[in-house]
């Protein structure tokens, strides 16, 4: 399963495609990839001032160097844990291609529900690279708990994908 989009220098999605219509039902109503719409801002669509710093910086990078650059994350479902490869390539000097590709699924006993939060209480941070949750004073891969889980989560990045991506923009695949 592999979906992409392209953004021009102001964040505008130019184009989408691939497995774009299966993705965005299988998905359900999954954040990660499935509602961009062309015409639309990039911004619009990710949550998140950290997420949103993530991924200028990767975008500067990109434009700046040239370089193709990838990274994976999870993109989970509440049954399943998925990895995905996301790769931005630098096509023209005003297009950056998105292409997210599933790696991996693997398939859960338990359930994790996550939810955006329809209140401010009770909130639960969740890490949009790795998918771990802020749980009990640390991050967790909310699978790694064994019981089903519902959370209300906001979107941020843990510390050890921050510290990871510390120098994103110089990055090369
Ligand atoms: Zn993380």
């Not at 040239?66 to 989970?76: I, L, M, P, S």
């Not at 590709?101 to 941070?125: C, G, Q, Y």
């Not at 708990?145 to 510390?159: G, H, I, K, P, S």
Request: hydrophobic share 35%; proline share 3%; aromatic share 10%.
């Amino acid at each position: 399963m592999e979906t992409y989009y392209r953004i021009d220098r102001n964040y505008q999605i130019v184009d989408v495609g691939g497995a774009w219509d299966d993705f965005a039902i299988s998905n359900g109503s999954d954040e990660c990839v499935s509602k961009y719409v062309i015409g639309d801002n990039l911004r619009n669509h990710i949550t998140g001032d950290v997420i949103w710093m993530w991924f200028e910086a990767l975008v500067t990078g990109v434009f700046v160097s040239g370089k193709t650059v990838e990274r994976d994350y999870r993109c989970d479902a509440p049954y399943a844990r998925r990895l995905f490869k996301l790769t931005c390539v630098l096509e023209a000097p005003e297009t950056i291609c998105f292409t997210h590709k599933l790696i991996s699924e693997e398939a859960m006993d338990t359930t994790v529900a996550i939810s955006t939060p329809t209140r401010l209480s009770n909130t639960t941070p969740r890490c949009s690279i790795c998918n771990s949750v802020y749980l009990d004073g640390e991050w967790q891969d909310p699978f790694s708990l064994n019981r089903d889980l519902m959370l209300q989560a906001t979107y941020t990045m843990c510390e050890s994908c921050r510290d990871a991506d510390a120098d994103l923009s110089a990055r090369s695949a």
